[in-house]
């Protein structure tokens, strides 16, 4: 089962992840949340978040597809309006 947007039910449940999500996108510097499985890298001048396994010897980084996602898409998987999530916001890497 592919796990790369696992860390969007974490942060659907968990209200201090979330606050950790919405203030990395909120911010002008680069950041770097990791769960326990998933990397996330916040590049705030590209707009984008770059999601990966939490390491290259993790059990779980061939269920972890690499992925690229606008702030803009992140921000409606988080608010639960995946079906407004426009082509090209996510891609692979």
């Known amino acids: 089962m592919i796990m790369t947007y696992d860390f969007i039910l974490t942060a659907k449940y968990n209200k201090e992840f979330r606050v950790q999500l919405d203030n990395a996108i909120l911010s002008d510097l680069n950041s770097e949340i990791c769960t ?30 690499p992925k690229k996602i606008t702030y ?22």
């Open 72 to 93: 803009q898409a992140l921000m409606k998987m988080l608010d639960g309006n995946w079906n407004e999530i426009a082509p090209g916001d996510i891609t692979d890497i």
């Open 36 to 65: 326990d499985i998933h990397r996330l890298t916040f590049l705030p001048k590209s707009q984008v978040v770059i999601v990966t396994a939490k390491s290259d010897t993790s059990a779980f980084r061939n269920k972890i597809i």
